[in-house]
Structures are given as structure tokens and as C-alpha cells.
């Protein structure tokens, strides 16, 4: 008889464990500032929308590594600024020190530690799911401490894909020896985390809803969660009520 997999908790990384994006917005305002004198006053507006633009369309290839983070970068700062000339290798280096200073900025939530810490002693197995650049993930895992306090990291550039895709799940659930009906999910964004979950077959997905953002609900989560043993979920609402 094979013995049962074990229980996994799958976390994801940016908003979730740690505060992602009010170091990001903090990034924002230093590249305002930085831009800014390059462009005439009524040009912010449609800078950003370009900058933004381009993250929303090619964040993909950097995320799975078919793009490097330093080309990705230049090219997004390039496009930006595409009608009003060309950035200057000062200004390029310097909104790129903007990027690294938000990974080098973001901190853990409250609480963080103390959950995982919990879910280790009661021999949950840990790992946290993450899109975005190899290099960049692990090295904000590595500072705060989280790639110890789990058992692996996977990261959209290892799996080859971003979340939802099922590849990222399932790359994490092999990693641990665990069945996706012996897991939950954990993470902020509903059609990464939440819906990529249930989509994996994972047993349930747990939402962080940021201030502001709305409930939402699907069937597929109350209704997979009596898969999922009973104590794992208690243990994370117990740490939840906690802080
Ligand atoms: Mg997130």
C-alpha cells in the first residue's frame, strides 16, 4: 500500500507574503521624477500609459526567461518614450536602479513567519509559487529569509510558464511529493492563484484580498475544500484570525 502524500501549502510571493506593491508604487513615483524633466508637462499622462502598455504585453517574456531582465527593461523604457526621443544610458540605468530598489525594498507581512513556522511543526509542506524573473523572486526569497522557511521556490522562469498555467502547480507539487488534492493555495491574485488552482485540480485556494478589492467567490473553491484535510485549514484560519 503507497503511503499518502504528503499535505503542501503553496503561497504565492508578491502581495501575498510580502508588500509588493507599495514598494512598487514607491518605484513609480522615483521614475515620475526621473522622467519627468525629459518630457513637455502635458506628456506624463500618455508616458505612463505606453510604460504600462508594454509591461502588460511583454511581462511574459521576462517572466519565463526568453527575454533577460536588463533587454526587457531597455526596451520597455525605449517604447515609452518612443515620441518624444530616445532615453539617454543615464536615464536608462538609472529607472533600471528604480526596479532594483523595489526588490531590495519589499519586506514581509506581519505574521509571515509565524505562519509558516506553525505549518512546518505540524508537517505541512511548504512552497511558494511565484511569476516573475528567476533571478529577481529568489533573490527577494534569499533576503527575507522565506527560501529557508520552505521546502522549494518555483518561479515562472523554472516552469517555462506564468501562473494561471498549470505547469507552475504542478512543477511545485512534484517538487513535494504531493497530489494537488492534498494542497491548498494561497495568494492575492484571484485569476493566478484562486482560478489557476482550481484549474490545476489543486483541493482549495485560499484569497488575500488586498484593501479595496472586491469578494469574489467561485464554485469550484467551497466546494472542493472537504478534500483538504480539516486541520490544515483551521491551522491557516487560526494564523489569519491571529494577526
Ligand atoms: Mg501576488
Redesign the pocket.
Known sequence: MTAPSSMAVLF?????LIN?SSAAAKERESVHRLVRPHLPADAMDGFWERYEGHLARHHVEVDTGRATVADYRESRLRHALEPWGKPSPALAAAVALCADMTAARVELHAGVNEVLGSLREAGVRLGIITNGPGSIQNAKCARLGLAAAVDTVVTSQDAGRTKPDAAVFHMALDRLATSPDRCVVV???WE??VLGAIRAGVGAAVHIRRPGTPARTADGVLGQLPRVDRELLELLEVRRGGN
Not at 504565492?12 to 501575498?16: A, G, I, M
Open positions: 504565492d510571493l508578491d502581495d501575498t509588493y495568494g492575492d491574485s493566478n492563484d
